[in-house]
């Protein structure tokens, strides 16, 4: 084929059909639901990619760097963003070069989401979508775990009346409505908030961390111990690693094909907004960190830190839906009602998947440690590992190469380059982030159970036989440093 063909091709494939409506609504509802409902522009994308990175993380990134100190932070932040850019990059491609061929055999996907397993499937065979499906339901049913924790995590800041499990139950009820959300293209409005509300959060952050100033006898001892270490480092890793959705985003664009560098300047965002809150969050409390996953606990509660606590509460049932959705589509695919045309049937059809992570949510209530758990065991093979092995194997014919609707960036060496940019990832990512991160974050998270338990009522509470609350600068449990 002629590039010229390939290239008119490469712009007409994709084309958005919405899936959900049919018939022409009124000229009011149409206008008000193209602006707050169907969004498929690359702002669109965009916005989901940004709002979907720095969830309950922003929260959890001044934990890490109590952990790695305050320069291998900002390095892993930096190193993790590009190396996450870079594999979101790759999933774009594979996901182009996947749909291209479809439509040239003349498949219809007006009334079907391409998933990222059926990209495995299509270019790579049934063995890679099977590992690619269980890595990736696997890591975003606890994607969807975290949100149901940090939404109890978060909440109990406010309200202390109750229990962070009994805040589990209820959030749990709450973040179940987001069956009713048909796909990633209806998330516009939900997109722009969710950015909104972390870019407060951020900024709260780290101005009342510096209005706070550091607290008596403040300590920066990290990087301290190796299992530290690596657990912070993983965590970042899982920061960085949000593009498990990239597929489904992709899906719901008018033009997939323009989702190239979307990623990449959607983490140029995310760093403006977690390097200043961490950082700062670290100056200021330093190794009471250690003893404090959710930087909310050290912060004095004052209506702006409120403020904060809502907002992340519902930017949290906002990436609950994003997180869960992808499993919602493969779960309709398994039961044969993804085509159905009725969203209410649709929804009810979804509930049952909402119930393992509210189980799991109360069994590991692992506020920051299960991040980092996550992000070695799941997250290294399935926003890591997986794409960039799966770029080498799609093209690994001259013919493949030949033949591609994208070909690799001339500035990094075109297929040279990128082969062995996805040779770094696959060895890196496999030797730090799955082996030493998985080790050190097995044994963190092992050692929560034995402090905490399983089915915590309420973890990392202050206990309240206490007379009087400890000084700040002294605090009065260490669960991690012991290790």
């Known amino acids: 084929m002629e590039n010229g063909e390939k290239a008119v091709e490469t712009v007409v494939v994709g084309n958005y059909v919405e899936m959900e409506s049919e018939g022409k609504a009124s000229d009011m509802k149409s206008k008000l639901s193209n602006m707050f409902w169907h969004g498929g522009s690359v702002y669109d994308a965009w916005f989901s990619c940004a709002s979907n990175q720095v969830a309950q993380v922003l929260l959890t990134l001044p934990y890490s760097f109590s952990q790695l100190g305050m320069l291998s932070g900002i390095l892993f932040q930096l190193f993790y963003g590009l190396l996450g850019s870079w594999t979101a990059y ?6 182009v070069e996947y749909r291209t061929r479809k439509e040239r055999e003349k498949v219809n996907f007006r009334n079907h989401v391409i998933q990222w397993f059926e990209v495995l499937d299509g270019l790579l065979g049934k063995h890679w979508r099977n ?32 229990d962070k499990r009994t805040w589990t139950y209820i959030f749990g009820a709450c973040c179940a409505t987001t069956v009713f959300i048909p796909s990633f293209h209806n998330y516009r409005i939900w997109s722009f908030l969710g950015l909104l509300m972390t870019t407060y959060t951020a900024w709260y952050l780290t101005i009342a961390s510096i209005l706070h100033g550091q607290v008596e006898g403040v300590k920066h001892s990290g990087p301290s111990k190796l299992v530290l270490y690596f657990t912070g480092a993983t965590n970042i890793l899982y920061t960085f690693g949000g593009h498990a959705v990239t597929v489904e985003i992709m899906h719901a664009m008018w033009k997939p094909q323009k989702f190239k560098s979307i990623y990449l300047f959607a983490t140029l965002y995310v760093l403006t907004l977690t390097l200043p809150s961490a950082s700062a969050v670290y100056w200021a409390f330093g190794d009471l960190l250690l003893n404090h996953s959710n930087a909310f606990a050290l912060l004095p509660k004052n209506p702006f830190r409120d403020f904060a606590v809502v907002l992340m509460l519902i930017h949290q049932f906002i990436t609950f839906g994003f997180a869960c959705t992808p499993l919602y589509f493969v779960w309709e695919k398994l039961i044969g009602m993804h085509e159905c045309r009725s969203m209410f049937k649709r929804a009810a059809a979804r509930l049952p998947v909402v119930i393992p992570i509210w189980f799991l949510a109360i069994v590991f209530p692992f506020f920051g440690p299960i991040n980092s758990t996550v992000g070695s065991l799941l997250v290294s093979f399935t926003v890591y590992i997986i794409p960039a092995l799966a770029h080498v194997f799609t093209f690994r014919s001259s013919a493949a190469r030949e033949n591609a609707v994208e070909q690799p960036p001339r500035f990094l060496g075109r297929w040279t380059g990128a082969f062995t940019i996805n040779a770094f ?8 982030g799955f082996g030493f991160g998985g080790w050190a974050s097995m044994i963190n998270f092992v050692h929560q159970i034995d402090t905490f338990g399983l089915f915590t009522k309420c973890y990392q509470c202050p206990s309240p036989v206490m007379a009087s609350p400890p000084p700040i600068s002294h605090p009065h449990v260490n669960h991690t440093r012991g290790l």
């Open 425 to 432: 990832i696959v060895v890196w990512v496999f030797v730090v």
């Open 90 to 95: 790759l999933i774009s491609i594979l996901y």
């Open 131 to 162: 590992v690619g499906l269980a890595f990736n339901c696997t890591f975003l049913l606890f994607g969807s775990v975290i949100q149901l924790i940090a939404c109890a995590s978060n909440i109990y800041y406010i309200n202390d009346n109750l």
